[in-house]
Structure formats: C-alpha cells, structure tokens
C-alpha cells in the first residue's frame, strides 16, 4: 500500500500547559490507520513523556528533540483499541509540569507499517546555520525504505 496524504484529525494550541493537556479529536478518525502526534513547545525541555486515550490504544514516544528554544515530540499509535472519535480524549503527559505555550496536531497517516517494528530508526541534532545534519541513522531494517 502506498503511503497516503496525511489528514488532520485534531489539534490543539495552549498558553497554560503544565503536566498534561488533554484534547478530543475534531474529527473521527478511520479504523486501523496509524496516527501520528506532533508537538511543539516553548521549552526546550518539555516534550511528551506519555499518551493515553479512552479507547485504551498503545502509544509510543517516537522522539523527542529540542532546538535549544523549544520542544519537538512524536508519539504514535496503531489504534488496536479501537479507532478514535470525537467523543474521546487524548491525554498527554509532559516531562515536566512547568508552564509553557505547547501546539500539537493529531494526523491520521495510511501506508505505513504496524506493530512495534515499525518505527525503524531516528536520529536527531541541534543548532543554527543552514547546513545542518543529524548524521547517519544506520542500516535500516526494512527493505524498502
């Protein structure tokens, strides 16, 4: 299957985020599709330490970077527990509980690989300038990547 065109799902964008913020998607979403949670912060040391939902789904803390200014995270989920709705919340717990204006944005993405190998690697690395690199990631264990 190829990978699809990622659909927005749900987000949220608040000034007063201490140690979790909870959200509900805008929109249903479609059963057996990975999503995918991005967020971004105004400090650098408060990234995702944990998600939950009320359909009981597993997620995974992706990764996590800072850029010396702020907070990236990517966490994702399969939705074995069931496909979300709007009637059901998203909790996210931070790594800290410090006051900090946190966005994040909820997107569904069809194509992609389930199970726990399917995150394959990362990498990730901080500074300024315009030829920045995060270095190699190493050999990447599925074939077609």
Known sequence: MPIGVPTQRGSFGLATQAGTTVFSPASNCTAGV???????????????SSVADTKGNTWVVNATANDGTRGLSFASTDQGG?????GDTVTITWSTA???TMRGVLEEQSGLLSGSGAF???????????ALSVGPTGTLAQADE
């Open 34 to 48: 990975k999503l995918i949670l991005s967020t971004c912060g105004q400090n650098q040391s408060k990234v995702i």
């Open 82 to 86: 069931g496909a979300l709705t709007t």
């Open 98 to 100: 410090s006051t900090a």
């Open 120 to 130: 394959d690697k990362s990498a990730s690395g901080s500074g300024t300038g315009t």
